[in-house]
């Protein structure tokens, strides 16, 4: 059972997890404490390619010093080489006596470290803080399971299910509360989807903003979808972060890539074509929609053609809940899983995910950057749309539609 002193180490080492970067590698901490439960040393894993959060700890101590002590990890040392060696192996050389983990790797391929590690003689205790150990890793483990990011589709829309009105003008549909909630969840995303014709007809600049129109802290990597250029002044183009440009229509393919770089985590918010596009293809995993008490009528719709001839082919929903923000009404709701579905087995590091194989898998078009501006003088809205956007083939907003991509 868990001393005193590895409980406090176990919290010590999931906030030092959290200081890793989110990406290809799970976020990882460790601490080394004396027999005693003195802390010798800690460490965390700092991205891809980098020594593992057991090795970064182990590196701070002296030759022989970590004989006889213990190590707090919060996911189980792995059991694989990769860019780096096996951290159960590594602690069984350095002479660690005990190792106290979080949770299993989910990984096939990096799993099997406890077994390893008893085999060696070191007494290995599992299970302390799983839960939080689980959350913070949620996102890479479904990475891992699916082979793509984790994807959210966000929409406003008026109660009788319109993005804009007649005329195109749609700022705003929703109120302050339910725009500050969208930026907020903006920041928890690695990065934010909107296609070229939203881009072109509404200039985004997809950024998370404060209710002052300062940018928060965690901002998401802005990407845009579609085969139409981007001008060279469009908002997107000075976001704090390199915004990413795929000229293809194959989202399955766009997703493969946004995995290879470590994206675990995108928001879209690409007006409704975009929107159902993600629909068509089954690649939402999550839905968010504001719905504000407001009659439009009118051919605006806020989703287009999602797949469904047929009331048997209708997208069945679970709503995950339902919250009121100002006069507003955000329904969080998921596809229902079809009875006796199978589940996805987890996939092994290097091994092709879903459509990883496309010959043509996109390469993002380099972003020509104008000179930087001062972020901070980002306004706190983007100006309003007044008037339809231009068509073309794909992914272009049939109306602007300010609470489908911009602010909410």
Not at 111 to 135: F, I, K, Q
Not at 160 to 179: C, E, K, L, M, Y
Not at 195 to 217: E, F, H, I
Request: charged share 20%; net charge negative.
């Amino acid at each position: 059972m868990a001393s005193a002193a590895e409980i406090d180490a176990m919290r010590r080492a999931l906030l030092l997890a959290r200081r890793g970067p989110r990406g290809l590698n799970p976020q990882v901490g460790a601490v080394i404490l004396s027999p005693a439960g003195d802390v010798l040393a800690e460490g965390f894993h700092r991205g891809a390619g980098t020594p593992h959060a057991e090795v970064d700890a182990l590196s701070k101590l002296a030759p022989g010093e970590a004989r006889g002590t213990t190590a707090v990890v919060t996911l189980e040392p792995c059991n694989h080489t990769g860019r780096t060696g096996p951290c159960a192996v590594a602690l069984i050389e350095a002479g660690i006596a005990r190792v106290v983990y979080a949770l299993d790797d989910p990984t096939d391929a990096a799993a099997g470290g406890a077994e390893r590690l008893r085999a060696a003689g070191v007494d290995v205790e599992a299970g302390l803080d799983a839960s939080e150990a689980a959350a913070l890793v949620h996102d890479w483990a479904a990475l891992q399971r699916t082979g793509r990011p984790h994807v959210t589709v966000k929409w406003a829309q008026s109660l009788d299910g319109r993005a804009a009105a007649d005329d195109g003008t749609s700022q705003w549909i929703t109120g302050p509360a339910a725009r500050r909630d969208v930026h907020a969840r903006r920041a928890q995303a690695d990065a934010i989807v909107a296609g070229t014709g939203t881009v072109r007809s509404d200039d985004p600049a997809l950024t998370a903003r404060a209710a002052d129109g300062s940018l928060l802290d965690a901002q998401p990597v802005p990407v845009v979808i579609g085969e139409s250029d981007t001008v060279p002044d469009a908002a997107v183009r000075r976001h704090p972060r390199e915004p990413l440009f795929y000229a293809t229509h194959d989202l399955h393919a766009v997703l493969t890539d946004l995995a290879a770089r470590g994206l675990q985590r995108i928001f879209v918010e690409g007006g409704p074509t975009l929107a159902s596009a993600f629909l068509r293809e089954g690649l939402a995993d999550e839905l968010l929609v504001y719905v504000a008490p407001v009659l439009l009528g009118g051919s605006r719709l806020a989703l287009g053609d999602i797949g469904v001839a047929s009331i048997a082919d209708a997208r069945r929903l679970t709503v995950a809940s339902i919250q009121q923000l100002g006069d507003d009404t955000l329904f969080v709701a998921r596809p229902a899983a079809a009875p006796g579905a199978p589940t996805p087995r987890v996939a092994a590091p290097g091994e092709p995910t879903p459509r990883a194989a496309a010959p043509r898998a996109p390469t993002p078009r380099a972003a020509a950057r104008p000179a930087a501006q001062p972020a901070a003088t980002e306004p706190a809205t983007e100006p309003a749309a007044t008037g339809p956007a231009t068509a073309e083939p794909a992914f272009a907003a049939p109306a602007p539609a300010s609470d489908n991509r911009g602010d909410a």
